[in-house]
């Protein structure tokens, strides 16, 4: 059935491999109009976009708005993973939109807070009370690492761009220190990143073979199979150094962003840790800051479960720019 004209946005989650898009029509995402494309069958964005477009009966949007695994500057997306160059342009030359917009995939997913589903969101530590315009932390843990924060204000939603999964793993024993020699082979330093994602999951696993002199490799999914089942000893304990990483490496981004409105973990791997977090100290971790522990209470945290989160991070972002004034 052919869409109206401009009654609807589209909005789209770039990731290295596959292409979410959708339709939005406001905040709300309309799920039946949700389609998958492989990064491998497009030379570009425009072409996944103008295949949509066309596999939605040629739907004309009013607005336009994607999120991008990599960093934004001056309305131009370079791809972490991905040999795609994106600009306002292009978005709209593909999709006719009156208004266009590129974010960083953590910046949607810091617009969706306060959209997602109750239901979507697991508590991890409790929130205390806090003012409307308290700063957030979203922290991202997938393919890579990374962290922004969230600032509600009387003109509405900031959210900053970051690459924080850069910067240098924290280091707190000689144990902490063997594990951070070990991935530092990956870019030529110890890195959060390279312990904090789904490839850093895998390189704790590796360093624990080492570490014991038994080496044997697993994927993530695997790794996180055998903590669930108990059905190998060394998965629950990569889970437990990665909880602890996170725990310590979350704690430490707290205590620069001071986000009294809460940190709030999105991305695969956060969702697939997020049973674990309690069970393996992700508290203690977090608030493990000599004088300043107790400070730490001032910060609940959450794990953000809804794999549509950037698409409604998107979509909100967009409804504040075509309807002025509107908080996203």
Not at 68 to 87: C, E, S, Y
Not at 130 to 149: C, D, E, M, Q, Y
Not at 237 to 258: C, D, H, P, S
Request: aromatic share 8%; glycine share 12%.
């Amino acid at each position: 059935m052919p869409h109206p004209d401009n009654a609807y946005s589209l909005v789209a989650d770039i990731g290295g491999t596959n292409t979410r898009v959708a339709l939005a029509r406001g905040l709300e995402i309309l799920k039946p109009s949700i389609r998958r494309y492989s990064n491998a069958d497009f030379a570009g964005l425009e072409s996944v976009l103008r295949r949509y477009i066309s596999d939605e009966g040629g739907v004309d949007c009013i607005g336009a708005c994607v999120a991008v695994a990599g960093p934004v500057r001056d309305g131009r997306a370079t791809m972490t993973n991905l040999d795609w160059t994106i600009d306002k342009n292009a978005l709209t030359r593909a999709t006719n939109a009156e208004t266009v917009a590129i974010l960083n995939d953590l910046q949607a997913q810091g617009h969706a807070l306060g959209h997602v589903a109750p239901g979507n969101v697991r508590d991890i530590i409790p929130f205390p009370e806090a003012s409307v315009h308290a700063a957030k932390l979203v922290i991202g843990v997938g393919t890579g690492f990374n962290a922004t924060p969230v600032f509600d204000t009387e003109d509405g939603r900031y959210v900053t761009p970051s690459e924080s999964g850069h910067v240098n793993l924290p280091v707190n024993s000689e144990t902490d220190l063997r594990l951070a020699q070990y991935v530092s082979t990956a870019h030529g330093f110890p890195a959060v990143e390279d312990v904090l994602s789904g490839r850093g999951l895998e390189r704790v696993y590796g360093w624990l073979g080492v570490e014991a002199d038994d080496h044997a490799e697993k994927t993530a999914a695997d790794i996180m199979q055998g903590c669930a089942d108990r059905s190998d000893p060394r998965a629950v304990e990569a889970a437990r150094v990665f909880t602890r990483f996170l725990g310590t490496t979350a704690g430490n981004l707290a205590l620069i962003q001071l986000p009294f409105g809460g940190v709030y973990l999105v991305g695969g791997v956060s969702r697939a840790i997020a049973p674990y977090l309690r069970e393996f100290g992700f508290a203690d971790a977090f608030r493990d800051k000599g004088r300043f522990a107790g400070f730490m209470g001032n910060f609940g945290v959450a794990v953000i479960e809804d794999d549509y989160a950037a698409l409604i991070g998107c979509a909100a972002h967009l409804n504040g720019l075509i309807l002025p004034g509107t908080a996203s």
